[in-house]
C-alpha cells in the first residue's frame, strides 16, 4: 500500500454528486480521484429514477389504453404489462451507464477507483488497496433503506431488487407510505401483482398536499390496491410455506411472497470509518456548515443523498454538487438553497408539488389565496380518460406570487416544471395567467387553474 502525493480532491461515489463535483474540480485543473464501491453511475441513473420512469412509462400505456377500451382504442381492456419484456427494456437504459460514467469521468482527467472508500486519518482515504491523501475530499455516498429496529427486517426485499425482478410474485406488500412504496404499488398493480400498501399513520406521503393524497389513496384503492392505514409495522416472519407474513402493531397481518422496503433512506455512511476522519456525525447524519463543509473537518465536505441537507433527490443532489464544486473552487461562500425544489411521486396519475403545502402555511400563519378544484371534467383529462385529477395553488394576497403548487393529474410533472419557474423567477400568479400557452396542451390549463 503506497503512500502517494496529496491529491486536491478524492471523490467518495460516482452518483450525480460526485460525478458532477469531480468533473467540475478535474477540468478546473485539479488532480481528483473517484472511488466507487459499486456499479459507476450512482441510485438514480441504474437503481432510481431513472429505471423506475421506464416501467412507469409502460405502466401507463397500458393503464391509458385500458382508460380509453371504450372510447375507441379497441382491444384496449385485453392489453397487459409485459413485465419480462419491460425489464429487458429497462436494462436496455441501465447496461450501459457504468462503462458511460467511467468514460465520461476518465475524459474530463479524474483517476477511477473501483472499491469502498474509508477513512484512515482526517487527510487520507484508503481505497481500491491504495492509501489516498488529499487536500479535500466530498462524500457523495448517497443513502440506503433506512435499518429500522423491526423482528425480520431483514427479509423485506429493496427498491434495488424490486426493480430488478425478473417476474413479479403473485402477491407483494408494500412496508411504508411514501414515494417507493406508492410507485413501486402502482407498478405492481399493473403488472398484475396483489398488492396490500401499510402505512404508520394517517397521512401518507406526508410531504405532499393531503387533500391530493386522499384522492391518490382512493384511487389506488379502487385500482384493486389494499390500502391499509394507521399499520405500523412491527415484524415481518417467514413462514414454513416460504411465504413472508407481514405484522403490524395494531395486529394485522398480511402475507405475500415479497414485501418491499418503503421505510425511509438514510445517508450511507457506515462504511465510511468518519471517526478516523475526524468527521463529526450526529444523529446519523453529518454535522455540516451552510457551505455543505465538515464542522469538525474543514477538509471535507458533503453533496447529495449523503448530506440529506434538502430533500433527498436527483435535482438536490446536482445543485449541492455545484455548490460543493464553487466552495472547493472559488472560496468557502457558496450555500444550497433548497427554497424551490419540485417533486412528483410517479403513480398513475402522477402527483406533483413544489413550495408549501396549506397545511404548511396555516402552521406558519401565512396569508394566502387558495385556488383549488377538480379537474376531471377538464378536456386534457377527459381525452386520456383519467377520472382522478385535481389541484391547490396557494398565492401570496398581494403580489400573486406562487407559495405552493399540487397536482394530480396525467401531465402534472411538466406542468409543475412551470409553476417551479414561476417560484424561482417571482413570476406572479397573474403574468402566469396572461401567458399564452400552446393550445390544446395540458400546460393551457393554467389560465383556469388560476382564473
Ligand atoms: C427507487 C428510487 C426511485 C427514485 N426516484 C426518484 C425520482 O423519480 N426523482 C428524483 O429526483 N429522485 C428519485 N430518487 C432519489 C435519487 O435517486 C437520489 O436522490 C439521487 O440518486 C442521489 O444522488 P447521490 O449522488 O447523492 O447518491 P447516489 O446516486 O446514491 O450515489 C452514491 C454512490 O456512492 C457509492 N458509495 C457508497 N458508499 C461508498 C463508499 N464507502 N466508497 C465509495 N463509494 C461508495 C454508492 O455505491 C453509489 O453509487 C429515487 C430513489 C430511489 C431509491
Ligand atoms: N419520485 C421520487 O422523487 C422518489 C421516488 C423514490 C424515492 N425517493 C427518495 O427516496 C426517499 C426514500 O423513499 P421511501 O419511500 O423509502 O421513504 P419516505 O420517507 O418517502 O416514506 C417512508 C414512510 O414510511 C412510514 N413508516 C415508517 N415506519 C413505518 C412502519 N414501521 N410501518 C409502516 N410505515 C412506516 C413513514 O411514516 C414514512 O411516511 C424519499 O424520501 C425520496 O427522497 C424519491
Given at each position: 500500500?503506497?503512500?502517494?502525493?496529496?491529491?486536491?480532491?478524492?471523490?467518495?461515489?460516482?452518483?450525480?454528486?460526485?460525478?458532477?463535483?469531480?468533473?467540475?474540480?478535474?477540468?478546473?485543473?485539479?488532480?481528483?480521484?473517484?472511488?466507487?464501491?459499486?456499479?459507476?453511475?450512482?441510485?438514480?441513473?441504474?437503481?432510481?429514477?431513472?429505471?423506475?420512469?421506464?416501467?412507469?412509462?409502460?405502466?401507463?400505456?397500458?393503464?391509458?389504453?385500458?382508460?380509453?377500451?371504450?372510447?375507441?382504442?379497441?382491444?384496449?381492456?385485453a392489453?397487459?404489462?409485459?413485465?419480462?419484456?419491460?425489464?429487458?427494456?429497462?436494462?436496455?437504459?441501465?447496461?450501459?451507464?457504468?462503462?458511460?460514467?467511467?468514460?465520461?469521468?476518465?475524459?474530463?482527467?479524474?483517476?477511477?477507483?473501483?472499491?469502498?472508500?474509508?477513512?484512515?486519518?482526517?487527510?487520507a482515504v484508503e481505497a481500491a488497496g491504495r492509501r489516498l491523501a488529499f487536500r479535500h475530499t466530498v462524500i457523495a455516498t448517497g443513502a440506503h433503506p433506512a435499518k429500522l429496529p423491526i423482528e425480520g427486517a431483514e427479509l423485506l426485499a429493496t427498491s434495488d431488487e424490486f426493480l430488478a425482478l425478473e417476474r413479479l410474485p403473485q402477491r407483494m406488500v408494500m412496508v411504508g407510505g411514501g414515494y417507493i412504496s406508492f410507485e413501486c404499488a402502482h407498478l405492481a398493480a399493473r403488472g398484475g401483482a396483489e398488492v396490500t400498501l401499510l402505512h404508520a399513520n394517517d397521512e401518507p406521503l406526508a410531504h405532499f398536499d393531503q387533500d391530493l393524497v386522499r384522492r391518490l389513496v382512493a384511487h389506488t384503492r379502487a385500482l384493486g390496491v389494499t390500502v391499509k392505514l394507521g399499520c405500523k409495522v412491527s415484524a415481518i416472519r417467514r413462514q414454513g410455506d416460504g411465504t413472508l407474513q407481514v405484522e403490524c402493531e395494531n395486529g394485522e397481518r398480511v402475507t405475500a411472497e415479497m414485501a418491499v422496503h418503503g421505510l425511509g433512506r438514510r445517508p450511507a455512511l457506515e462504511s465510511l470509518d468518519l471517526e478516523a476522519g475526524e468527521v463529526a456525525v450526529e444523529k446519523g447524519r453529518l454535522r455540516l456548515d451552510r457551505h455543505l463543509r465538515s464542522a469538525s473537518n474543514p477538509r471535507v465536505f458533503a453533496a447529495g443523498d449523503a448530506a440529506q441537507q434538502g430533500p433527498a433527490l436527483t435535482p438536490v443532489a446536482g445543485h449541492d454538487a455545484g455548490v460543493v464544486a464553487r466552495n472547493l473552487l472559488e472560496g468557502c461562500r457558496s450555500e444550497p438553497d433548497y427554497s424551490v425544489v419540485p417533486s412528483v411521486v410517479f403513480t398513475i396519475p402522477p402527483m406533483a408539488m413544489v413550495g408549501m403545502t396549506e397545511a404548511q402555511a396555516r402552521e406558519q400563519r401565512r396569508d394566502f389565496e387558495l385556488k383549488q378544484g377538480d379537474m376531471a371534467s377538464f378536456q386534457s383529462v377527459r381525452r386520456t380518460g383519467e377520472d382522478t385529477a385535481a389541484y391547490?395553488?396557494?398565492?401570496?394576497?398581494?403580489?400573486?406570487?406562487?407559495?405552493?403548487?399540487?397536482?394530480?393529474?396525467?401531465?402534472?410533472?411538466?406542468?409543475?416544471?412551470?409553476?417551479?419557474?414561476?417560484?424561482?423567477?417571482?413570476?406572479?400568479?397573474?403574468?402566469?395567467?396572461?401567458?399564452m400557452t400552446a393550445y390544446p396542451s395540458f400546460g393551457s390549463n393554467l389560465s383556469a387553474m388560476l382564473g
Amino acid at each position: 500500500m503506497a503512500q502517494s502525493d496529496p491529491l486536491d480532491l478524492i471523490v467518495l461515489g460516482s452518483g450525480v454528486a460526485g460525478s458532477s463535483v469531480a468533473t467540475r474540480c478535474a477540468s478546473a485543473g485539479w488532480r481528483v480521484a473517484l472511488a466507487e464501491a459499486r456499479e459507476f453511475g450512482g441510485t438514480c441513473a441504474l437503481r432510481g429514477c431513472e429505471p423506475k420512469k421506464v416501467f412507469w412509462t409502460l405502466a401507463e400505456a397500458v393503464d391509458r389504453a385500458r382508460r380509453l377500451a371504450p372510447k375507441g382504442v379497441a382491444g384496449g381492456e385485453a392489453v397487459r404489462l409485459d413485465w419480462g419484456a419491460a425489464q429487458r427494456f429497462k436494462h436496455s437504459f441501465t447496461d450501459p451507464v457504468p462503462e458511460h460514467s467511467e468514460a465520461s469521468l476518465r475524459d474530463a482527467g479524474v483517476e477511477v477507483l473501483h472499491g469502498e472508500a474509508r477513512f484512515v486519518a482526517p487527510d487520507a482515504v484508503e481505497a481500491a488497496g491504495r492509501r489516498l491523501a488529499f487536500r479535500h475530499t466530498v462524500i457523495a455516498t448517497g443513502a440506503h433503506p433506512a435499518k429500522l429496529p423491526i423482528e425480520g427486517a431483514e427479509l423485506l426485499a429493496t427498491s434495488d431488487e424490486f426493480l430488478a425482478l425478473e417476474r413479479l410474485p403473485q402477491r407483494m406488500v408494500m412496508v411504508g407510505g411514501g414515494y417507493i412504496s406508492f410507485e413501486c404499488a402502482h407498478l405492481a398493480a399493473r403488472g398484475g401483482a396483489e398488492v396490500t400498501l401499510l402505512h404508520a399513520n394517517d397521512e401518507p406521503l406526508a410531504h405532499f398536499d393531503q387533500d391530493l393524497v386522499r384522492r391518490l389513496v382512493a384511487h389506488t384503492r379502487a385500482l384493486g390496491v389494499t390500502v391499509k392505514l394507521g399499520c405500523k409495522v412491527s415484524a415481518i416472519r417467514r413462514q414454513g410455506d416460504g411465504t413472508l407474513q407481514v405484522e403490524c402493531e395494531n395486529g394485522e397481518r398480511v402475507t405475500a411472497e415479497m414485501a418491499v422496503h418503503g421505510l425511509g433512506r438514510r445517508p450511507a455512511l457506515e462504511s465510511l470509518d468518519l471517526e478516523a476522519g475526524e468527521v463529526a456525525v450526529e444523529k446519523g447524519r453529518l454535522r455540516l456548515d451552510r457551505h455543505l463543509r465538515s464542522a469538525s473537518n474543514p477538509r471535507v465536505f458533503a453533496a447529495g443523498d449523503a448530506a440529506q441537507q434538502g430533500p433527498a433527490l436527483t435535482p438536490v443532489a446536482g445543485h449541492d454538487a455545484g455548490v460543493v464544486a464553487r466552495n472547493l473552487l472559488e472560496g468557502c461562500r457558496s450555500e444550497p438553497d433548497y427554497s424551490v425544489v419540485p417533486s412528483v411521486v410517479f403513480t398513475i396519475p402522477p402527483m406533483a408539488m413544489v413550495g408549501m403545502t396549506e397545511a404548511q402555511a396555516r402552521e406558519q400563519r401565512r396569508d394566502f389565496e387558495l385556488k383549488q378544484g377538480d379537474m376531471a371534467s377538464f378536456q386534457s383529462v377527459r381525452r386520456t380518460g383519467e377520472d382522478t385529477a385535481a389541484y391547490k395553488l396557494l398565492l401570496e394576497p398581494d403580489s400573486g406570487h406562487v407559495l405552493g403548487a399540487h397536482l394530480l393529474a396525467p401531465e402534472a410533472p411538466e406542468v409543475m416544471n412551470l409553476f417551479a419557474f414561476a417560484m424561482r423567477f417571482g413570476v406572479p400568479a397573474a403574468e402566469l395567467r396572461a401567458m399564452m400557452t400552446a393550445y390544446p396542451s395540458f400546460g393551457s390549463n393554467l389560465s383556469a387553474m388560476l382564473g
